[in-house]
């Protein structure tokens, strides 16, 4: 079987579920383009632990982190369903990378997760490997992450990974009152991203806090750009890039898209 892409995907605020956009047809597009997965392991920012954790549960519940949305937002439902026995296979890829590994068979879909797999593949007819994400580890331990997972897109898994290229809820707020946005970084950041990956250049975009414009403005804490290491690492180096969406969102949301495709 050839190797699947990994992906990395924005999952913006909640309300993208109630307004998609072009976003959230770009998404829709992403997974029409691809072969249908065995399972899909997916990361999301808001599923932090300490050391890694295995979503091994068979039903996933629809996780509504969050609070002051419209009324709509807490009524979607995302019938996901697990497979503990693709999750042992992600435990073992892990474990096989000299990672530790928990198993977590409660653990639902938070909206960093269900909101995008719901616009990629609405009738929840895929398997779910919820993974966690170690934000103490930095970008260097995101990237490490998904090494382990190197092994599993030859094995029908598809690795999605959401988060956002800019992700400032400070600048959120202010933007959303003031009703306009026009921050130079929402631009800036992101471009200089999209060409450090184009070309390959792993060691300044492990370096990205000293070396990207306005990269602590863009991210404050850098939880929700983690995940795009965990897709980059799970794709080996020098993985074909394609930039597969570019926009903004909320004002300072980024919504870029990646897909990485690992070497034959």
């Given at each position: 079987?050839?190797?699947l892409?990994?992906?990395f995907?924005?999952?913006g605020?909640?309300t993208?579920?109630l307004?998609?956009?072009?976003?959230?047809?770009?998404?829709?597009?992403?997974?029409?383009?691809?072969?249908?997965?065995?399972?899909v392991?997916m990361?999301?920012?808001?599923?932090?632990?300490?050391e890694?954790?295995?979503g091994?549960?068979?039903?996933?519940?629809?996780?509504?982190?969050?609070?002051?949305?419209?009324?709509?937002?807490y009524?979607?439902?995302?019938?996901?369903?697990?497979?503990?026995?693709?999750?042992?296979?992600v435990?073992?890829?892990?474990?096989?990378?000299?990672?530790?590994?928990?198993?977590?068979?409660?653990?639902?879909?938070?909206?960093?997760?269900?909101?995008?797999?719901?616009?990629?593949?609405?009738?929840?007819?895929?398997?779910?490997?919820?993974?966690s994400?170690?934000s103490?580890?930095?970008?260097?331990?995101?990237?490490?992450?998904?090494?382990?997972?190197?092994?599993?897109?030859?094995?029908?898994?598809?690795?999605i990974?959401?988060?956002?290229?800019?992700?400032?809820?400070?600048d959120?707020?202010?933007?959303?009152?003031?009703?306009?946005?026009?921050?130079?970084?929402?631009?800036?950041?992101?471009?200089w991203?999209?060409?450090r990956l184009?070309?390959?250049?792993?060691?300044?975009l492990?370096?990205?806090?000293?070396q990207?414009?306005?990269?602590?403005?863009?991210?404050?804490?850098?939880?929700?750009?983690?995940?795009?290491?965990?897709?980059?690492?799970?794709?080996?180096?020098?993985?074909?890039?394609?930039?597969?969406?570019?926009?903004?969102?909320?004002?300072?949301?980024?919504?870029d898209?990646?897909?990485?495709t690992?070497?034959?």
């Open positions: 079987m050839n190797p892409p990994t992906l995907v924005p999952h605020a909640p993208f579920a307004r998609p956009g072009p976003a959230g047809a770009a998404l829709a597009r992403i997974s029409a383009g691809l072969p249908r997965p065995r399972a392991v990361v999301s920012p808001h599923w932090d632990t300490a890694p954790e295995v091994t549960g068979e039903r996933l519940d629809t996780v509504h982190d969050f609070y002051g949305f419209p009324a709509a937002l009524d979607i439902s995302y019938p996901a369903t697990g497979c503990p026995e693709a999750a042992r296979e435990a073992a890829a892990l474990k096989a990378g000299g990672l530790p590994v928990r198993e977590a068979p409660s653990q639902g879909l938070d909206h960093g997760a269900w909101i995008p797999l719901r616009l990629m593949y609405p009738d929840a007819d895929v398997p779910v490997v919820p993974l994400l170690q103490r580890w930095g970008v260097e331990g995101a990237y490490r992450l998904g090494q382990a997972l190197a092994p599993l897109t030859a094995r029908g898994f598809l690795v990974c959401s988060g956002n290229v800019t992700h400032n809820l400070g959120y707020r202010i933007a959303s009152m003031a009703g306009n946005g026009g921050l130079d970084y929402v631009r800036d950041f992101p471009a991203l999209t060409e184009q070309q390959h250049d792993i060691d300044a492990l370096d990205y806090r000293r990207a414009p306005q990269a602590v403005r863009a991210h404050p804490s850098d939880e929700h750009l983690q995940p795009l290491y965990v897709a980059l690492g799970a794709a080996g180096r020098n993985a074909h890039v394609e930039h597969l969406h570019t926009g903004i969102s909320d004002y300072v949301l980024a919504m898209a990646y897909a990485f690992p070497l034959q």
